[in-house]
């Protein structure tokens, strides 16, 4: 997106970029390895990812606005701890907020460079990020074994089985290349050729790893993944 600005030097703007998504990773890196949560531990990383934002002039209060998405995303992964499944939301509702740290990152870009409005509209990138968040999760289905990560095709192998989530998947898939081939239809901007490619080739690798992710013993690594040892218990 940054080469779209027409900036010459960019490395500050990266810097900045750079340290919001460390402070979010910060986050996420700690409900992926704990199960038992130090609440005032999720402050200081929360208060940490409100401080990087300081570095847009983006002040406290108005930092808690911009990063309502991660809030929510945040209130996903806790509900884990108290049983609630990730499939109880719809595809689309979960996968929105799972993209958050790009959408955010994105606004910043946006917020930096109010002209690339004119070329592209935030708006424009929803289903790319919904099918790279997609992806992300098959990719990582088996890192996910060993984490207390909310994927949402593995809580789907467990408690509604592999063929129906399978189809679920391939479904929303089919929802995405349909949206995709509207946007084509209806672009406004040559610059929306640049997110149909890549929508559609991130659609061609995501169909692949949703096939190979279900061959094998996966159902069998699925059931012994360290997130229902905690998640099932009574």
């Known amino acids: 997106m940054l080469q779209l600005t027409g900036a010459t030097d960019q490395s500050e703007d990266l810097h900045r970029l750079k340290q919001v998504q460390t402070s979010i990773y910060a986050l996420d890196q700690y409900l992926e390895s704990t199960w038992q949560i130090d609440h005032s531990h999720i402050n200081q990383l929360w208060n940490g990812i409100l401080t990087s934002l300081k570095n847009f002039d983006i002040n406290f209060p108005d930092a808690t606005i911009w990063c309502d998405e991660i809030n929510r995303y945040l209130h996903h992964e ?4 108290v049983k609630k499944s990730p499939l109880r939301f719809t595809m689309r509702y979960y996968y929105y907020y799972k993209s958050c740290d790009i959408k955010l990152l994105r606004k910043l870009i946006y917020y930096m460079y109010p002209s690339l409005k004119t070329h592209l509209a935030e708006s424009d990138w929803l289903q ?12 990582d289905l088996f890192e996910d074994c060993n984490t207390y990560n909310a994927n949402y095709f593995l809580f789907g192998v467990k408690f509604i089985g592999s063929d129906k989530i399978y189809e679920k998947f391939d479904e929303f898939l089919g929802v995405m290349e349909r949206e995709v081939m509207l946007m084509k239809k209806e672009q406004l901007s040559h610059h929306m050729d640049e997110i149909i490619i890549k929508c559609l080739s991130h659609l061609e690798l995501t169909r692949a790893y949703l096939s190979k992710q279900i061959e094998g013993d996966f159902e069998e690594r699925i059931n012994k993944a360290l997130i229902f040892t905690e998640f099932l218990k009574n």
Request: charged content about 45%; proline content about 0%.
């Open 78 to 81: 806790l509900e884990l701890r």
């Open 128 to 139: 790319f990020d919904l099918i790279t968040e997609i992806y992300d999760d098959l990719d």
